[in-house]
């Protein structure tokens, strides 16, 4: 599989999570928004519109970029020089923005009704869902591979060395 992240390698785990996260996140992100507010705009009224989705999008975006930021300019470059010390305390403000995305998530699924279509609905709303579907995936995996792959082993590492 040619898109399979290099797990092994700490440095280009974090190219790699840039160029294929991050990058996707602020495309999805803009494009998200943008069809959110017109489904919430064109089906005002509607016992089954997603109210309120706009909104928690662009205060996504914002959060995730400010997230992002820390990492591409701060945490990464450290990481990419084989993680000093005192590289948990940065970690660990990852971790609790990513506890911030799992709630946002679990925001989406409430005012989707777990992402699941009405009868009858439009070609955006369709769009917007599936959009969705795709950005929780690509944002869960994301997180995973930070959480679960990445992150330990300078957590680790620190402690191991204290």
Known sequence: MADAPPVHD???LTYYIETRYHARHRV???????????VEMVHFGDEDVPDGLSE???RMTGEMEVHMKKEELILFPAIRNGGAS????PIAVMRADHDDHVRAVAQINHLTGNLTLPTGAC?????LYDGLIEFVADLTEH??????VLFPQFETRNHANA
């Open 10 to 12: 700490a440095a280009e």
């Open 28 to 38: 999805q992100l803009a494009s998200l928004v943008e069809m959110a507010e017109k």
């Open 56 to 58: 928690l999008l662009r």
């Open 86 to 89: 005192g590289i948990e305390n």
């Open 123 to 127: 070609g955006t709303w369709t769009r």
């Open 143 to 148: 997180m995973r591979l930070e959480n679960d």
